[in-house]
C-alpha cells in the first residue's frame, strides 16, 4: 500500500509504531511518554503488517 492511499489514522499510527520499535528506550516507555495504550500500539502494528506497510519485527 502506498502512503497516499493511506488513511490519516494509519499514517498517524504507522508513525507511532516507526518511531517506537526505532526509540533507544522500549516500547512501553515510548507509549507511556506519548501517553498511548501499549495494547493499542500493538494491535495497530498488526493491522498495519496485514497491510504491508509494516515489516513484521
Known amino acids: 500500500m502506498l502512503a497516499r492511499t493511506m488513511t490519516a489514522k494509519q499514517r498517524l499510527w504507522l508513525g507511532h509504531v516507526r518511531a517506537a520499535d ?3 528506550g522500549s516500547i512501553a516507555d ?7 495504550r501499549l495494547k493499542t500500539l500493538y494491535q495497530w502494528k498488526s493491522k498495519l503488517v496485514k497491510l504491508a506497510v509494516q ?3
Open 22 to 24: 526505532e526509540s533507544n
Open 30 to 36: 515510548y507509549t507511556e511518554t506519548y501517553e498511548l
Open 55 to 57: 515489516p513484521r519485527c
